[in-house]
């Protein structure tokens, strides 16, 4: 029997409050926080995600069970050792200059930080430049870009170009998305990955820094 | 139900009564015509006015009246497992297929052919399976057996291969009397059966006005063994009944009240339905339709004049004139089965599989149905409100700029307050080009590839299907 089983539930039926409470309880009792990490919340969410692909959960139940997680993580996070890995990775996110809109591309970081990665949300109408600078405060392992207007598609390209004369484009991986952005427009500008929908952005989130 | 009324009502108060007047006086003074002078008699007995050398019946009055108020106001079609029982008169709106086509557009093939007894086996299978359905009349002609047992295998088909209601014609007594006894075998027991009837009838007059012997004989032995019916009319606005919607209606509603009222007579507290099923026909050319908008008004109206009596109505909706289940049949039927599901209907029949005019199913119409039949009852459960659906609290918490996607509160409200279709193509453009552009029908024949396949066997016990052979001489097909 899983000592973890009933934090392994918590998690898996979102119920922040037992979760957390559980993850003290075996803090206390002195289980090592790897294991706890382990066995009890990746191991919960593996089953998320695969109750999820299966259809069985929403996308709400999925990410109120990843919510879950992190509130228990904040237990752990301070106890980690050095090589402990506690995120999927780091991802900088932004709808490109000229451009307003953010619905999409709040879904994807929702769906990306639910998924386990760790986001930053730049907002929208984000400069060349200043997409710049955040790479290098941030030092992301990947840079998402949203945008819904083909005239604002540009903007994407322009982004890239400035990485690149900063010396940068080679330490980030960039994914590109939004309604009128297509595969071959990603390839066209050089872009690393093109998600068409929120979900699929995680999986090639995934797929670009092989963590599947 | 109910939260969204008033629902659509195309009959003022005023013309209500108009139409209802009108009804009553046709029936006081033009009568309806019944050529048996046994059944006449019997009629007269019973105070109808009887001119017998026009073979007309009528009805004073009073006396309608007194003989209406028999009739029960609600009662129940239960099914065999009580997961789908239909309780009539309580305010629900049910939906079911339609029945005795001849053809259908058969999805392997791609053509058209005669239906057979694996027809009504297969359709009885999907009603099972699709849960907006809610009863099953048997589908098809079974052009594949004889007189001699139709009714003995067309329903036993059916009984074999869902446990919802069944509702069925039969071609005279002796159908009748076959199909009641394989029911009684299947209830074991005829009481049992008369408790809980999980078979009815349907019987029609003939539009205008008249009512043959044979109908009347079926009508007298089912409402005598406790089998529900209707005795619906079926006229045709400028054919068989006036061009006018009104006069139709008028025309309709005395023969749908004659009707309850000779099984009141037959059987005091009979439980009958009040029939509808108003038609059209398109003048152009003299082409039936049964998907034209008059129709749903009209059906629509029915229940609004069956409600002034306190009858549960058999109504009629969701039918259309195309021929394969494409764009026309798409909203000829979306709109038929809203406007009179949007009053209230209690039961309404021919909504799911039917096309070309009710000549013709397909299988793949079955399932699409389904889902038409999901929205409609949708916007039948109106929009709820109250402290918790009004979400104050988490509009608070979540505040300016958030987003409401892994709230508690979507995940306690997401199943109920969302209808979720199963077939309509809801991803976006990328997976559907992915998927390889896939569209109603060809997901529709996937579903019913897959429903048949798990449906192959019967649903009835060995032994009864025993006693059944036992009952039954000939009978090779069960």
Redesign the interface.
């Known amino acids: 029997m899983n000592e973890f089983e009933a934090l392994e539930e918590a998690v898996s039926k ?1 119920d922040i409050k037992t979760a957390v409470a559980e993850t003290q309880r075996a803090l206390d009792a002195g289980s090592e926080v790897k294991s706890i990490l382990d066995k009890g919340l990746i191991a919960a969410m593996d089953k998320v995600g695969d109750r999820y692909s299966k259809g069985l959960i ?4 999925m ?2 069970s ?2 879950t997680m992190q509130e228990c993580m904040k237990l752990l996070q301070p106890l980690f050792q050095e090589g402990d890995v506690t995120s999927k990775g780091k991802v900088l996110i932004g709808t490109v200059k000229g451009d307003l809109h953010d619905i999409g591309k ?2 994807v970081g ?1 769906m990306m930080g ?1 998924a386990g990665f760790d986001i930053t949300d730049l907002g929208v109408d984000i400069p060349p430049e200043k997409f710049v600078q955040k790479i290098q405060e941030v030092e992301p392992d990947i840079v998402c870009m949203s945008a819904l207007l083909s005239t604002t598609m540009p903007s994407m390209s322009r982004t890239i170009e400035a990485m690149q004369k900063a010396g940068i484009r080679d330490k980030v991986k960039v994914m590109i998305g939004g309604a009128p952005v297509t ?1 071959k427009y990603a390839r066209e500008i050089k872009a690393d990955s093109y998600a ?2 929120a979900g ?1 952005a995680v999986s090639k989130a995934k797929e670009l820094l092989g963590i599947l | 139900m109910g939260d969204s009324s008033p629902f659509y009502r195309p009959l003022t108060k005023e013309n209500l009564k108009q139409i209802d007047q009108t009804g009553r006086r046709i029936l006081e003074r033009i009568g309806v015509r019944i050529a048996d002078s046994a059944f006449r008699d019997i009629l007269k007995a019973a105070g109808a006015k009887v001119d017998s050398d026009n073979q007309r019946v009528r009805f004073e009055e009073g006396w309608l009246d007194e003989v209406l108020g028999r009739a029960p106001s609600c009662f129940t079609l239960y099914s065999r497992d009580g997961k789908n029982d239909i309780h009539l008169g309580e305010g629900n709106v049910y939906f079911g297929n339609g029945g005795r086509v001849f053809r259908i557009l058969d999805m392997s093939t791609g053509g058209y052919r005669l239906t057979l007894l694996r027809d009504v086996a297969n359709t009885a299978a999907l009603v099972d399976k699709l849960d907006n359905i809610r009863f099953y009349i048997i589908a098809c002609q079974a052009h594949d057996i004889k007189p001699a047992n139709y009714h003995l295998l067309d329903f036993y088909y059916a009984l074999n291969h869902t446990t919802k209601h069944v509702m069925g014609g039969c071609d005279d007594l002796h159908g009748a009397e076959q199909m009641w006894k394989l029911a009684s075998i299947i209830a074991r027991g005829e009481e049992r059966l008369r408790e809980k009837p999980f078979v009815s009838v349907i019987t029609n007059p003939i539009s205008p006005l008249t009512i043959d012997s044979e109908t009347l004989e079926i009508l007298r032995f089912c409402v005598t063994h406790g089998i529900p019916t209707t005795c619906a009319p079926a006229p045709i606005a400028g054919a068989t009944a006036p061009a006018t919607l009104a006069g139709t209606l008028s025309q309709m509603h005395a023969e749908a009240l004659a009707g309850v009222t000779i099984a009141q007579v037959f059987a005091p507290g009979a439980k009958v339905l009040y029939g509808a099923v108003a038609t059209t026909m398109d003048l152009r050319k003299m082409e039936f339709t049964m998907g034209s908008v008059e129709m749903g008004m009209m059906n629509a109206a029915a229940v609004q004049l069956a409600k002034l009596y306190n009858l549960p109505i058999y109504a009629s909706g969701g039918v259309t004139e195309a021929k394969r289940p494409d764009i026309q049949a798409g909203f000829e039927k979306s709109v038929s089965s809203l406007t009179v599901a949007m009053t209230g209907a209690d039961f309404i029949h021919l909504t799911a599989g039917v096309i070309d005019s009710g000549n013709s199913i397909s299988y793949e119409q079955y399932v699409i149905d389904n889902e038409i039949i999901g929205m409609t009852q949708r916007v039948l459960q109106g929009i709820k409100v109250n402290e918790d659906t009004l979400a104050y609290d988490v509009i608070e918490q979540v505040g300016p700029g958030g ?1 409401f ?4 509160h ?2 306690n409200h ?1 199943m109920d307050e969302f209808f979720y279709p199963n077939l309509q193509v809801r991803c ?4 559907w080009e992915e998927m390889g552009h896939p569209d109603m029908l060809s997901r529709a024949n996937e579903l019913v590839g897959k429903i048949l396949e798990e449906s192959e066997e019967g649903l009835l016990d060995v032994d009864l299907i025993d006693d059944i052979k036992k009952a039954f001489s000939g009978s090779q097909y069960i």
């Not at chain 1, 929403?58 to 139940?61: A, G, I, N, R």
């Not at chain 2, 996607?405 to 508690?408: I, K």
């Not at chain 2, 976006?428 to 997976?431: A, L, Q």
């Open positions: 979102g929403f996308v709400p139940q990410l109120r990843a919510k709040n879904l929702m639910g595969e068409s929908d699929s | 987003n996607v892994a709230e508690e979507t995940i997401m976006n453009f990328d997976i």
